[in-house]
C-alpha cells in the first residue's frame, strides 16, 4: 500500500486544505474505510493544530498522551471516524459530520468520551448459536442470545466494553443522518419503508415541521425521547 495520498484524491469528508502540499498521509487500515476515516496524525496536525510538524506529531502520539475509544493509539495513521472519542492533551471530543459532509470535532465531557453509540450492520450465527453483531465502526460483539435488529443501536461502556442500552430504529426514534442529502441532521422517525424490493428500504423522517425522506442506511439511532449524545456541532 503507498504511503501516502494525493490530496486532491483525498475523500472530501477530511477538513483540510486540498492545495496545502501534494501529499497527504494515507491512513492504515483499521477499522475505518478510506472515505469513513482519517489518518490519527492528520487530525492532530492539521484539524486541531497541536503540532507544526510530522516529526512534533509523532512525538504527541509516542508519548501515550492520545486516546481513541479509550484506548492509547501510538499509530499515527490509526484511521479514526465518526463517533469516535478521543482524548487529547487532556481534552475530549467526538468525531462529527456536519452538513457539508466534512468531520468536525466537538468538544465532550471526561464522562461523555465514555459513551459511544454503535449501529449494528450485520450478525453472523457462530457455533453453539452464539451471534456476532458487527458495527459500523468496524467492531463486533458476541452475544449468547439475538436480542438485537439490524439498523438499530447499541450505547457502549468504553471503560467495561459493555452495553448500556438498546435504541431501536423505530417510530417517533431520534436518529443522527450520516451520510445523504440530509447528512448531520437530526431528525425524529416518521415511518419506515417495509417493503420487500430488493432496493434500499427508505426511511421518513422530520426536522422540526418538514418532513423528508432517506435512505435508512443513512440513518444512526442516537435516542429515544432525547439524545443520548452531544450533536449539536454536526448541524452546522
Not at 88 to 100: G, W
Not at 194 to 222: C, H, M, Q, R
Request: overall charge positive; aromatic content about 6%.
Amino acid at each position: 500500500m503507498k504511503r501516502h495520498l494525493s490530496r486532491l484524491n483525498m475523500p472530501r469528508s477530511w477538513p483540510i486544505e486540498r492545495k496545502k502540499t501534494k501529499w497527504v498521509t494515507r491512513p492504515n487500515p483499521g477499522p475505518h474505510s478510506l472515505d469513513m476515516g482519517m489518518p490519527l496524525g492528520v487530525l492532530l496536525k492539521e484539524v486541531l493544530k497541536c503540532s507544526k510538524t510530522a516529526r512534533e506529531t509523532k512525538e504527541i502520539i509516542n508519548q501515550g498522551l492520545v486516546k481513541v475509544d479509550n484506548k492509547i493509539r501510538k499509530d499515527y495513521k490509526f484511521p479514526v471516524g465518526l463517533m469516535d472519542t478521543l482524548l487529547i492533551q487532556n481534552s475530549f471530543y467526538r468525531i462529527l459530520v456536519n452538513k457539508k459532509g466534512k468531520f468536525v470535532l466537538y468538544k465532550i465531557t471526561k464522562e461523555e468520551s465514555n459513551t459511544k453509540p454503535r449501529k449494528i450492520i450485520g450478525k453472523t450465527t457462530l457455533r453453539n448459536k452464539a451471534i456476532q453483531i458487527n458495527f459500523l465502526d468496524g467492531s463486533n460483539k458476541i452475544l449468547k442470545k439475538d436480542a438485537y435488529s439490524v439498523s438499530d443501536t447499541l450505547l457502549f461502556d468504553l471503560e467495561k466494553n459493555e452495553v448500556k442500552d438498546h435504541l431501536r430504529l423505530e417510530k417517533d426514534s431520534i436518529i443522527y443522518l450520516l451520510d445523504g442529502r440530509y447528512i448531520g441532521q437530526v431528525g425524529v422517525v416518521k415511518s419506515i419503508e417495509k417493503s420487500n424490493s430488493l432496493n434500499p428500504k427508505k426511511i421518513t423522517f422530520s426536522v422540526g415541521a418538514k418532513t423528508f425522506e432517506t435512505l435508512k442506511d443513512y440513518a444512526l439511532v442516537i435516542g429515544k425521547d432525547k439524545p443520548v449524545i452531544s450533536v449539536q456541532a454536526g448541524e452546522k
